[in-house]
């Protein structure tokens, strides 16, 4: 068998789990297949005899435990109540058992008690969740069983149900969990505010009023003769709906929880910006268990508020957790294939990417028919987005290959230790004597991996440095550090360790000393140009002069900076222009295509996917996003490439002696 035919074998073998994967059992009345630890039970004479329980309902409620424990509800009346089994009782036990279940288990409870319009056709249908809703409410799960606040950004892509999701969600925590815990509705438009209460309104039309201990069917009543606040009697809470053009029935709001839709689309005027609304809002909503924010959108571009806040909580620095979904998770996108081994032979560059995304063969073949449809394939991306760039459609060419940038992720990992580097005084003459690492949870060093000490090889380590801006709302400044050991055996250049934060110039080129210290005295490469612009070109000078007094592996490079070259250098640090920035990402582009360069950070990989050529031909993120790691990547594999590094040995006096040079 060759090795065409080897591989078309292995990727039918892998289709066949990845659809085994997607059809484990699921059944949320049992709770097989549902979120969270849980134990089996049986109770043989139960209307539901064999059930997969949460485990912290056993925890928690002893009666429950001890019913599961007796595995029969007549043994409970008889050994636990002291009665006679009565087919009353048994009832009782029974409605007991589900009010206590449904307060652990949303699954259980939405597949039981929640009717939804079928997309497919005219019936209401019992609400059980789809894979990409599942996953979508272990997110939340886990931040409610975890006692935190409830915060959620959602890019939403089409026909998955995340806003029917968030809105029944809401409903669960306001009817089976807390009396007069009010919420609000917010959408770009009133009708569209509206339309998501009207799921509300189905659920209470059909919802049964003894799991409210109530003889009246709950529903929805005017507040107060207000039009856009309706109130539930039975559990004394609020839902207020407005939109982003009228928001001023939701100022001075006691809410609990916001449901914020379509965020991407809301009026942005000199009198109503989406940040002056959603500022107020969030100052009604507590930092407390249960309380709920999730803001929820398709795309609408890039730069305005949605994309902004989407893109701080990707990247871990915003308060909420970020959610999306791409097409081909969505179970409807498939269409069967006749000779799967000669579909998969026939995969164009772009479905071979999103093969190793995680799409299904079956799922690539609808993506393919689908695709006719569309004049341009951006406008396809945009409809059905297979990624977070794709769906806010940036206008500009991407430059890295998707499918090596996807290939990158697969080495991506948490870091072994997170803290800082420190010497025995912050700046100076000891600075960098007693260099140590100190572990710190909240700490700006990353480090995969430590350094190792090799009196064998110097320069083993660089040091890449792109100087960003002193405050929160600048870019951010970079320390990256690469082993280069693998460019011995296979020219392969790994990121170990990095820094990043805002830090005043000075301070900045003194920690990657450190840092640089820390790792063997490492080759130091620090981008210079930010430097020579933001200060005059003495201060400049001066910080980079004084770093050189006390480290002497500082790289430096010609006067001019206008070219790339190692030759004699006189002037300190690496000059960024059109020119060497051209070179450095074609580099880049070659390490990546042949996979020569190793990654383990995530945020890297993201900055990979969103950077651009730009309409007038210039390099940079997109709109919105940032490119300081992915400069300090570029820089680092670049010198890496070029800077030679000498193999040692020693004899018998222990005194090293160059073996070769060799220039990479």
């Known amino acids: ?362 799922a690539i073949a609808w993506y393919r028919t689908k695709l006719r449809e569309y004049a341009q394939h951006t406008d396809m991306m945009a409809e059905y987005p297979s990624d977070e760039n794709e769906a806010f459609a940036y206008s500009g060419e991407r430059i890295f290959d998707p499918v090596a940038v996807q290939r990158l992720r697969s080495n991506c990992s948490r870091p072994i230790a997170v803290g800082d580097i420190a010497g025995s005084q912050l700046t100076g003459r000891y600075a960098l004597s007693d260099i140590h690492f100190i572990e710190e949870q909240q700490g700006l060093l990353q480090i995969w991996q430590m350094p190792i000490l090799d009196k064998t090889m110097r320069n083993r380590y660089i040091v890449a440095v792109d100087v960003g801006g002193r405050s929160r709302k600048a870019d951010y400044s970079v320390i990256a550090v690469f082993d280069r050991i693998g460019m011995l055996t296979s020219d392969t250049v790994e990121l170990v360790a990095q820094w990043r934060g805002h830090i005043d110039h000075d301070l900045l080129a003194w920690k990657a000393a450190q840092i640089a210290t820390f790792y063997n005295k490492a080759l130091l490469v620090i981008e210079s140009n930010t430097l020579e612009t933001s200060c005059d070109d003495t201060r400049s000078t001066y910080i980079l002069d004084t770093i050189a007094d006390y480290y002497n592996n500082l790289y430096a490079r010609q006067a001019s900076g206008d070219e790339i070259n190692l030759s004699t250098p006189t002037r300190w640090g690496f000059h960024m222009n059109r020119s060497t920035k051209s070179t450095l990402v074609n580099t880049m582009i070659n390490a990546l295509r042949n996979n020569l360069y190793i990654e383990h950070d995530e945020c890297a990989c993201h900055e990979f996917d969103v950077f651009e050529r730009k309409p007038n031909g210039s390099f940079g993120a997109q709109e919105g996003e940032h490119d300081d790691i992915l400069i300090t990547r570029c820089i680092g594999f670049y010198i890496a490439q070029q800077e030679p590094f000498n193999i040692v040995h020693y004899n018998r006096n222990n005194r090293s002696i160059p073996i070769n040079e060799a220039s990479f």
């Open 1 to 362: 068998m060759d090795c065409n035919n080897t591989h078309l074998q292995q990727m039918l073998a892998e289709n066949d789990r990845r659809h085994r994967a997607s059809m484990e059992a699921y059944n949320p009345a049992t709770g097989l297949g549902c979120y969270g630890s849980r134990q089996d039970v049986t109770i043989a004479d139960a209307p539901i005899p064999l059930q997969h329980i949460p485990r912290q309902m056993l925890s928690d409620c002893h009666w429950a435990a001890l019913l599961a424990q007796d595995g029969s509800i007549d043994t409970f009346i008889t050994k636990r109540l002291h009665k006679r089994p009565s087919k009353r009782l048994r009832s009782d036990i029974w409605s007991l058992w589900i009010k206590e279940r449904i307060r652990y288990d949303f699954e259980f409870w939405t597949a039981m008690f929640v009717k939804i319009k079928d997309k497919l056709g005219p019936n209401d249908i019992p609400f059980i969740l789809n894979r990409p809703q599942r996953r979508y409410v272990a997110m939340l799960e886990q931040q409610r069983t975890g006692n935190k606040p409830i915060r959620v950004i959602m890019l939403k892509a089409r026909q998955w149900g995340g806003s029917t999701v968030t809105q029944i969600y809401m409903a669960w925590l306001q009817l089976v969990h807390l009396r007069n815990w009010n919420s609000i509705i917010c959408a770009h438009l009133k009708d569209a505010a509206a339309n998501i209460r009207g799921m509300y309104t189905k659920l209470l039309n059909n919802y049964p009023a003894w799991l409210l201990n109530s003889s009246e069917p709950p529903h929805f009543q005017p507040f107060e003769r207000t039009s856009n606040t309706s109130y539930i009697a039975q559990r004394g809470c609020k839902i207020t709906i407005c939109s982003s053009e009228s928001p001023e029935s939701v100022r001075g709001s006691d809410a609990a929880m916001a449901h914020l839709s379509e965020a991407a689309f809301w009026s942005n005027t000199p009198a109503h910006t989406p940040e002056s609304l959603i500022r107020s809002i969030y100052g009604s909503i507590a930092l407390l268990p249960y309380s709920m924010v999730v803001i929820e959108s398709t795309a609408n571009g890039t730069g305005g508020y949605f994309h902004r806040e989407y893109i701080r909580a990707r990247r871990g620095e915003s308060d909420k957790e970020a959610i999306f979904v791409p097409w081909y998770e969505i179970e409807m996108y498939a269409l069967p294939i006749d000779n799967a081994e000669e579909f998969a032979a026939s995969l164009n560059k772009y479905e071979r990417w999103l093969w190793e995304k995680g799409a299904t063969l079956e």
